[in-house]
T-cell receptor, first 112, second 115 residues
């Protein structure tokens, strides 16, 4: 089955800095890669996603890149703000199963 | 629009007791999922259901039972709770299987403590 590795487990940055979270996947059949943000006491919420036929996608301060050859994808947050502090999960979805496999999460802390 | 709800939000029980966590969604989504979240393990899939009366095991199904007699409800039962089942449980749903066309939505979670 699919295996998703996510790094780092904790990331601490100063307000205004950039943050990068990296994930790798194992199943070459995976073709959809969503990213979720989980605020304290809440369920995860989709913030951005990318399909396997796209190399990069941006939405304001967040962007996701995908390298299919290397089987890795990354989340980039620019100009971080304290409200970006949360746990972020990457996931990979195989076109055959449509069931996400999640990484272990990254706790992002943005210091004012 | 209530969306996806879970009850109870917090539960304390004792080892050996049966516990049922409820999940209800108002969107008529076909797919529903149960995950557990533990520190260092992220989100692990317990069971999922593609439609009423269809359920499948996920990564960590042992000790859990699910049913889906109605599309909108997907209860998770711990038949004999163990301390290792202390966790935060999330229910989720999607219109069809998760893809770029079908977003997965999560409930607010149930924090379960087994003493």
């Amino acid at each position: 089955g699919e295996n998703v590795e996510q790094h780092p487990s904790t990331l601490s940055v100063q307000e205004g800095d950039s943050a990068v979270i990296k994930c790798t996947y194992s199943d070459s059949a995976s073709n959809y890669f969503p990213w979720y943000k989980q605020e304290l006491g809440k369920g995860p919420q989709l913030i951005i996603d990318i399909r396997s036929n796209v190399g990069e996608k941006k939405d304001q301060r967040i962007a996701v890149t995908l390298n299919k050859t290397a089987k890795h994808f990354s989340l980039h947050i620019t100009e971080t703000q304290p409200e970006d502090s949360a746990v972020y999960f990457c996931a990979a979805v195989s076109g055959g199963s449509y069931i996400p496999t999640f990484g272990r999460g990254t706790s992002l802390i943005v210091h004012p | 629009d209530a969306g996806i709800t879970q009850s109870p939000r917090y539960k304390i029980t004792e080892t050996g007791r049966q516990v049922t966590l409820m999940c209800h969604q108002t969107w008529s989504h076909s797919y529903m999922f149960w995950y557990r979240q533990d520190l260092g393990h992220g989100l692990r899939l317990i069971y999922y259901s593609a439609a009423a009366d269809i359920t499948d095991k996920g990564e960590v199904p042992d000790g859990y039972v699910v049913s889906r007699s109605k599309t909108e409800n997907f209860p998770l039962t711990l038949e004999s709770a163990t301390r290792s089942q202390t966790s935060v449980y999330f229910c989720a749903s999607s219109l069809e299987g998760v893809s770029s066309y079908n977003e997965q939505f999560f409930g607010p979670g149930t924090r379960l403590t087994v003493l």
